[in-house]
């Protein structure tokens, strides 16, 4: 195996050296997958049309359409708004991306132009930063990481919580108030009765996070995996039925880029937990939600190194 450096950061910039792009289509069930795009640049966090036809992804502070037959990518103008972050999700209808940049909330049409911000402004030493996962059924709704820095600590994630805020623009409303643990992936259910979300609310030790659910109020908090590994980024498919998530290795710390890791699938109440995907990745591969229209596939990002694998080619069915 050639040596290679462990990206264990939260986000990166690039590839490393004989790294590849490889985004992919697997069944629900795992019996297949299907190599789409790839490429030597960073793409990440595929979602899918509600057309079934493209798959939305964000490259080098941009975004970016994927024809899934033809593995044609277009850009998306978003009129100079740069530094775009794989948090982005598409509206129930699929005529706006909603996404994140620069530390704030933006809608875009998937055709381009006309970009709106969404989000409040808050004083620069807060370092106030929004992270997009979340979009309510009605489509009136975003649910988002909150993080800023807190009095005199230089961290400028020193406090993270569990947002809304409405899709329209407005006031922001917390889901969670805690002065400690780590809280990211809010995603609404298909009924729009609960936001699932990744936790370390009751880690006995730090980066165990486990999949959650909450009401909208930020009531009713309820564990749904109790496992050994770090549960990360619950997506629900389009039925309800069943939720996928990202399963790191025992001791793995925040959602590194780089590493071998677990696509995981599960039931609403936590049970009938099942293997899909080992694949080589993390950050960027399935941050956001990326189901087809269908509920019996879904797109992900892998990024296998040459000699390495951990990509498509390491499929044994």
């Known amino acids: 195996m050639p040596a290679f450096e462990t990206n264990r950061w939260p986000g990166r910039q690039d590839l490393q050296p004989h790294q590849t792009t490889q985004i992919i289509i697997g069944d629900a069930d795992g019996a297949s997958a299907d190599l789409v795009f790839e490429s030597d640049r960073l793409f990440e ?8 036809t493209s798959l939305v992804v964000n490259s080098e502070g ?3 359409v994927i024809d899934i037959a033809s593995g044609a990518v277009t850009a998306i103008d978003t009129q100079g708004v740069d530094r775009v972050n794989n948090d982005h999700i598409l509206s129930p209808d699929g005529q706006l991306v909603y996404f994140s940049a620069n530390g704030h909330l ?3 049409p998937i055709a381009g132009g006309d970009v709106t911000k969404i989000s409040n402004d808050f004083p620069p030493e807060l370092q106030y930063f929004y992270w997009l996962h979340g979009v309510s059924p009605d489509g009136r709704t975003l649910a988002y990481v909150a ?7 230089p961290n400028p994630r020193g406090r993270v919580r569990l947002a809304t805020i409405p899709a329209a623009g407005g006031h922001d409303f917390y889901l969670t108030d805690n002065e ?3 809280f990211d992936g809010p995603e609404y259910s298909r009924d729009g009765e609960w936001i699932y979300y990744n936790s370390e609310e009751v880690a006995a030790v730090p980066g165990h996070a486990q999949l959650f659910r909450m009401r909208p109020d930020g009531s009713d908090h309820e564990q749904l995996t109790f496992d050994d590994r770090v549960n990360w980024f619950p997506h629900f498919d389009p039925s309800g039925a069943q939720v996928l998530y990202l399963s790191y290795e025992a001791g793995t710390q925040s959602h590194p880029a780089d590493v071998e890791l677990i696509i995981r699938m599960m039931a609403p109440d936590g049970s009938a937990v099942r293997d899909v995907v080992t694949l080589f990745g993390g950050q960027g591969s399935l941050n956001v939600n990326s189901w087809n229209p269908e509920g019996t596939r879904f797109a992900y990002a892998a990024y296998p190194i040459a000699g390495y694998g951990g990509g498509i080619d390491r499929w044994d069915r």
């Not at 966090?45 to 079934?52: I, K, V, Y």
């Not at 993080?147 to 600590?153: L, R, S, Y």
């Open 106 to 108: 933006y809608s875009v």
């Open 45 to 52: 966090a595929p979602n899918w049309s509600p057309d079934g």
């Open 62 to 64: 941009g975004l970016f």
């Open 180 to 182: 400690t643990g780590h």
């Open 147 to 153: 993080t800023h820095a807190v009095g005199e600590d």
